[in-house]
């Protein structure tokens, strides 16, 4: 058993608030949906739910978005706060593990939750790239319109059951073939398919097109900002990466285009 005090740290997000703690040097990691603002007692209830007492931490690290309102100790406990830039892109560069000469190359820390950040990770230097308004948020409201649930895993199934084509408009559809590298089956038009339909598309396939818009928009910024860097290394991280249909369709974008996403496991 080690003898390291514990440490913790806590993000929180827009959507949820993810939780980090290393005790007798064991790893736990946890998450809840976002409750509100951030406060004393809230912090204390969060670390609670892992078995973590806030008065065994000497410091605990905080970042997110409203991480700012939390006082500078709580307690004998120092609060420390981490700018979002630097914990996007330092987080990114641990869980890509890269080591040697690709270690000292600029690295595209991609940040899929809510929304998506895309940051410029070199060495100990962080700075914002891009990003963009499309992200888990964007899925999840979509979903509530189109397939009435919010629920992660139950858009999940239900696009791994569907085909987006069924909303879709295919390069095969619009120009009858491909273009340039694109094959023809490339999406031509996002939902495309449901202007020129008034047949009722079925929950999955609607499930399956709220995904590939997500996926590809998010994919085909991260591969254009990775070329103004330029660097041929990106880390997915975030919680949309918990499903395996936006890890397909990453994937799937990247082959078009050349590049290749890590997608470590649990990057969320």
């Keep these: 058993m080690s003898n390291q005090p514990p440490i913790a740290a806590i993000d929180f997000g827009i959507s949820n608030t993810d939780i980090v703690a290393q005790v007798n040097g064991e790893l736990r990691q946890w998450t809840q949906p976002y409750t509100g603002h951030p406060d004393a007692d809230q912090v204390r209830a969060i670390l609670a739910k892992g078995d973590v007492e806030l008065a065994s931490l000497s410091t605990l690290a905080v970042t997110g978005g409203r991480h700012r309102l939390l006082p500078a100790q709580i307690g004998d406990c120092v609060v420390q706060s981490v700018g979002e830039l630097a914990a996007i892109g330092r987080g990114g560069q641990a869980i890509a593990a890269l080591t040697g000469d690709l270690a000292q190359q600029p690295l595209l820390v991609v940040s899929a939750g809510s929304g998506t950040a895309m940051i410029k990770a070199q060495e100990r230097s962080y700075a914002h790239v891009t990003g963009t308004a499309v992200g888990g948020g964007t899925m999840l409201g979509l979903a509530r319109l189109l397939v009435d649930t919010v629920d992660p895993q139950a858009i999940d199934a239900l696009a791994q059951a569907g085909n987006s084509n069924g909303v879709d408009l295919s390069l095969a559809d619009v120009i009858t073939g491909p273009i340039g590298t694109l094959p023809a089956e490339a999406t031509a038009v996002n939902f495309g398919r449901l202007a020129r339909s008034t047949a009722t598309p079925s929950r999955a396939d609607l499930a399956a097109g ?58 969320g």
């Excluded at 928009?217 to 919680?239: D, S």
């Excluded at 990466?241 to 890590?262: C, E, K, N, P, S």
């Design 210 to 267: 709220i995904v590939t818009l997500v996926g590809q928009t998010i994919a085909l910024i991260a591969v254009n900002a990775a070329r103004t860097l330029p660097t041929t290394q990106i880390v997915i991280t975030g919680h949309l990466t918990d499903m395996v249909t936006i890890r397909r369709m990453l994937a799937a974008v990247g082959a078009l285009y050349g590049q290749t996403f890590h997608m470590p496991a649990a990057a």
